[in-house]
């Protein structure tokens, strides 16, 4: 664990004036993430979230980062804060750890927060000890609690090293997954880029095709006209979809940022399985991603279980997932800094059954939409 020693580090409340430098330490950072860019908050801004970004300063240069997301609560006067993917830093400096730990403890007591929330994209063990020494606590998304996607964003996920040439990523493939992604070009599947909003709203359409078949819920279009205007036409993001005989069959949403790339949203028609859209798509995103100059591709969320033989739906995306022969990677988990013991008692015990009931009215819906 090391400590440097020099300027002070200095906590600053940034402004649209420190978008540039935000975003270009965020980029370099080995743990950066597109949740924690100046324009995920601007999307966030967009619903219900306020952003609020704090950074480190030591001679002059940002040092560390976090991307608060403000949400206020039914309690007059209360909020919860949360860093997604974040606070972002070199968690080797105990020094500023210990200075970030610090400066969102002060922040959520001026915001009145009842928590703060964060998830940095980390594996060392380590770390969570020292966030638990810091005054967080688990925010319950443990083994047992969930299938990786039991958190705001996923505890596992599989990545891809994008350093080898092409020809060798497509040979390290399993051999399915090779077939599929040959057979889809061999049948005629297409895969473009989205180009317009129309297109957009040609993935959302395919989006809610997926959500009825998979049993989710779905943003309004709103939040996808809102990902086009900040992410995609900024270049953050890339809409793609997989076309056959003229039809839209498959669309995806990837994220962009640094040497990293973000496989996020996935959506496909109940239509022609048999070609095999969604090889082809993922082959030409890893294509994409490594053109584009990224060393990492990062298919997100998967089964926490990652049991190559069980038969259920998030089992079946580790297997996908892992025919490009990505490695399965578990991070620390959530943790969250309570500021208020009755309050975030309160939250901890209310929020799962909100979740449970928001589920419950979806499946209804489901249901009443069927007869």
């Not at 993935?203 to 078949?213: H, V």
Request: charged residues 30%; glycine residues 8%; positive net charge.
């Amino acid at each position: 664990m090391a400590e440097e020693r020099g300027a002070e580090l200095q906590i600053v409340r940034c402004t649209e004036a420190d978008r540039e430098a935000w975003n270009a330490f965020v980029a370099a950072s080995p743990t950066g993430d597109v949740l924690q860019t100046w324009e995920w908050g601007e999307l966030k801004a967009r619903g219900a979230w306020e952003p609020i970004r704090i950074a480190l300063r030591q001679d002059g240069a940002i040092v560390a980062v976090a991307g608060l997301l403000k949400r206020r609560l039914p309690i007059p006067g209360r909020c919860i804060l949360y860093a997604p993917r974040g606070p972002v830093l070199d968690f080797s400096r105990d020094d500023l750890f210990r200075r970030m730990a610090a400066a969102l403890r002060e922040t959520g007591l001026r915001e009145r927060a009842l928590l703060v929330k964060i998830d940095p994209p980390v594996e060392d063990a380590s770390v969570a000890d020292r966030i638990l020494a810091a005054g967080f606590v688990r925010s319950g998304q443990s083994r047992e609690e969930g299938q990786g996607f039991g958190g705001e964003q996923p505890r596992c996920v599989m990545k891809l090293d994008l350093t080898p040439s092409l020809d060798d990523l497509l040979k390290q493939c399993k051999e399915k997954t090779r077939y599929n992604i040959r057979l889809a070009g061999r049948k005629g599947v297409t895969i473009r880029v989205g180009e317009s909003l129309e297109d957009m709203r040609t993935f959302y359409d395919l989006l809610l095709i997926t959500a009825e078949r998979d049993g989710f819920l779905v943003r309004s279009f709103d939040y996808y006209r809102d990902t086009w205007e900040i992410l995609v036409q900024r270049g953050l993001a890339r809409l793609f979809l997989a076309e056959y005989e003229g039809k839209p069959l498959a669309g995806a949403i990837a994220y962009l940022l640094g040497d990293k790339a973000w496989y996020t949203y996935g959506a496909s028609s109940n239509e022609h399985r048999n070609v095999m859209p969604n090889y082809l798509m993922q082959w030409e995103m890893i294509r994409w991603a490594k053109e584009s100059g990224c060393s990492l591709y990062d298919f997100r969320g998967v089964s926490q279980s990652n049991d190559p033989t069980a038969n259920d739906h998030l089992s079946g995306l580790n297997r996908f997932k892992a025919g490009f022969n990505a490695t399965f990677v578990e991070y620390i988990g959530e943790f969250d800094l309570p500021l208020s013991s009755l309050g975030y008692w309160a939250w901890r015990h209310g929020k799962p059954r909100a979740q449970a009931a928001m589920r419950g009215f979806a499946r209804t819906l489901r249901r009443l939409g069927r007869r």
